[in-house]
Nanobody, 123 residues
Framework: QVLLMESGGGFVQAGGSLRLSCTAS????????MGWFRQAPGKEREGLSC???????YYADSLKGRFTISRDNAKKTLYLQMNSLEPEDTAMYYC?????????????????WGQGTQVTVSS
């Protein structure tokens, strides 16, 4: 059974940083492309970043270099370091398995989504 579990969300002031983690089980993590998405209330799910199994990184232009994706295959964990956070970054953040670039949430199998972790940035 595929299981993805995000953690690390919370409340932060504008300009602050957070590091999200996503632990995986039930599939060959080291062989999988992994990605991060987010969804704000009333908006569509937005693709943020994808890291391939070879550790090649892709980012949405809108992030302006503020976020960094990484992975630890030994720990089966995906990370998203988020710096210079803005109130517009407030959203539920999801990790997903099997991403490709450009990111499309509709192409992620239903079972390869985590439950999400909430990030709230105050101004």
């Amino acid at each position: 059974q595929v299981l993805l579990m995000e953690s690390g969300g919370g409340f932060v002031q504008a300009g602050g940083s957070l590091r999200l983690s996503c632990t995986a089980s039930g599939f060959a993590f080291a062989d999988a492309n992994m990605g991060w998405f987010r969804q704000a209330p009333g908006k569509e799910r937005e693709g943020l970043s994808c890291i391939t199994w070879r550790a090649r990184e892709y980012y949405a232009d809108s992030l302006k270099g503020r976020f960094t994706i990484s992975r630890d295959n030994a720990k089966k964990t995906l990370y998203l370091q988020m710096n210079s956070l803005e109130p517009e970054d407030t959203a539920m953040y999801y990790c997903a398995g099997g991403c490709s670039w450009p990111l499309d949430a509709n192409k992620i199998p239903r079972s390869y989504w985590g439950q999400g972790t909430q990030v709230t940035v105050s101004s």
